[in-house]
């Protein structure tokens, strides 16, 4: 999540919207519709990664496509990512840190890291590079380390879909990490921008939390009406690459608990009509939307259960 420590291994549900769009260059296809959520350790709610806990969250949240997982240093994707894939249709996203510090990365160093990982792939899966790169190094460093593991996996594995994926928390006006263009530096916003060449979609995720608002709305609400969707939408809507909600999660953590139904359902309307084309819920802790408990810090819903389980119902793997 939009936090600052990276997740080992960690599973997510994702849901792929229908949208309008213009087009992109050939490439292996992204899907029109799909949703996800995240998994948990032992089958349980909280944290971890099993095949298991991701078929478990289908039973509360429909027939997610798209399953998460994280690494932090170079790791090959596990074998149960792989299995889950193969097996049960869960689309493996694959999110990975390298071992090498991203100027080494756009260097070459690390090319045989990135070789080995994309090798492994499956045919129509996700790779991304250092998720939510903009606390861990300037945009600009960002962008030629990235352009170089599009290189090296699309050359490996051209099947594999490798999109950058940029953290909300720093796309709030007013950031120091994502600056408006004008002011200067390696952090502008057209300084963390992939060219289209090296992105085969976009990526953007997007938390919200009472009890941690800083710019963004008085949710639950559209993430239309988030100025740190907006402000990242207009950086890239017009590239004409696929866009993606790889990482969602609302929390009304004050007072009454509001339910996530209305924002999701009125979310689902601005993102299709925008090119968005997946959408993977966090499924996890106090962003949990299952159907019969809930972690610590986390509340049921049902009424947010149900426009979740509409808009997998509408999605199209």
Same mark, same amino acid.
């Given at each position: 999540?939009?936090?600052? !420590?990276?997740?080992? !291994?960690?599973?997510?549900?994702?849901?792929?919207?229908?949208?309008?769009?213009?087009?992109? &260059?050939?490439?292996?296809?992204?899907? @029109?519709?799909?949703?996800?959520?995240?998994?948990?350790? %032992?089958?349980?709610?909280?944290?971890?990664?099993?095949?298991?806990?991701?078929?478990?969250?289908?039973?509360?949240?429909?027939? *997610?496509?798209?399953?998460?997982? !994280? #690494?932090?240093?170079? =790791?090959?994707?596990? #074998?149960?990512?792989?299995?889950?894939?193969? @097996?049960?249709? %869960?689309?493996?996203?694959?999110?990975?840190? @390298?071992?090498?510090?991203?100027?080494?990365?756009? %260097?070459?160093?690390?090319?045989?890291?990135?070789?080995?990982?994309?090798?492994?792939?499956?045919?129509?899966?996700? *790779?991304?590079?250092?998720?939510? +790169?903009?606390?861990?190094?300037?945009?600009?460093?960002?962008?030629?380390?990235? =352009?170089?593991?599009?290189?090296? %996996?699309?050359?490996?594995? +051209?099947?594999?879909?490798?999109?950058?994926?940029?953290?909300?928390?720093?796309?709030? &006006?007013?950031?120091?990490?994502?600056?408006?263009?004008?002011?200067?530096?390696?952090?502008?916003?057209?300084?963390?921008?992939?060219?289209?060449?090296?992105?085969?979609?976009?990526?953007?995720?997007?938390?919200? =939390?009472?009890?941690?608002?800083?710019?963004?709305? $008085? $949710? &639950?609400?559209?993430?239309?009406? $988030?100025?740190?969707?907006?402000?990242?939408?207009?950086? !890239?809507?017009?590239?004409?690459?696929?866009?993606?909600?790889?990482?969602?999660?609302? $929390?009304?953590?004050?007072?009454?608990?509001?339910?996530?139904? +209305?924002?999701?359902?009125?979310?689902?309307?601005?993102?299709?009509?925008?090119?968005?084309?997946?959408?993977?819920?966090? =499924?996890?802790?106090?962003?949990?939307?299952?159907?019969?408990?809930?972690?610590?810090?986390?509340?049921?819903? &049902?009424?947010?259960?149900?426009?979740?389980?509409?808009?997998?119902?509408?999605?199209?793997?």
């Amino acid at each position: 999540m939009s936090g600052v !420590f990276y997740r080992s !291994f960690v599973a997510v549900v994702a849901v792929v919207l229908v949208g309008a769009g213009a087009s992109v &260059p050939a490439q292996a296809a992204i899907p @029109t519709l799909a949703v996800g959520a995240t998994t948990s350790a %032992a089958d349980t709610v909280g944290s971890g990664n099993t095949c298991a806990g991701f078929l478990d969250e289908r039973t509360h949240l429909g027939n *997610l496509g798209i399953r998460r997982v !994280f #690494a932090s240093a170079g =790791q090959l994707p596990p #074998a149960d990512a792989l299995s889950c894939h193969n @097996t049960y249709g %869960a689309i493996l996203w694959y999110s990975f840190k @390298t071992t090498c510090t991203p100027g080494a990365v756009a %260097a070459g160093s690390c090319d045989t890291e990135i070789q080995n990982i994309a090798a492994l792939m499956p045919a129509d899966s996700y *790779l991304t590079y250092n998720h939510e +790169p903009e606390n861990d190094m300037t945009g600009v460093q960002f962008v030629a380390a990235f =352009q170089r593991v599009h290189l090296i %996996a699309k050359a490996v594995n +051209p099947a594999v879909h490798v999109v950058p994926i940029y953290m909300s928390y720093q796309w709030r &006006p007013g950031s120091s990490r994502v600056t408006n263009n004008g002011t200067g530096g390696d952090n502008e916003i057209r300084d963390w921008i992939v060219p289209a060449a090296s992105a085969d979609a976009y990526g953007f995720d997007l938390y919200w =939390q009472a009890s941690t608002r800083g710019s963004e709305p $008085d $949710d &639950p609400v559209s993430v239309g009406l $988030d100025p740190r969707m907006t402000r990242w939408y207009n950086a !890239f809507a017009s590239l004409g690459r696929p866009l993606t909600l790889p990482e969602w999660g609302i $929390d009304d953590d004050q007072g009454t608990r509001a339910s996530r139904g +209305p924002a999701i359902r009125a979310s689902r309307t601005w993102l299709t009509a925008r090119n968005f084309r997946i959408i993977s819920y966090w =499924q996890l802790d106090n962003w949990y939307l299952g159907a019969t408990s809930a972690p610590a810090g986390g509340y049921l819903d &049902p009424d947010g259960v149900a426009a979740y389980q509409e808009l997998v119902a509408a999605a199209t793997p």
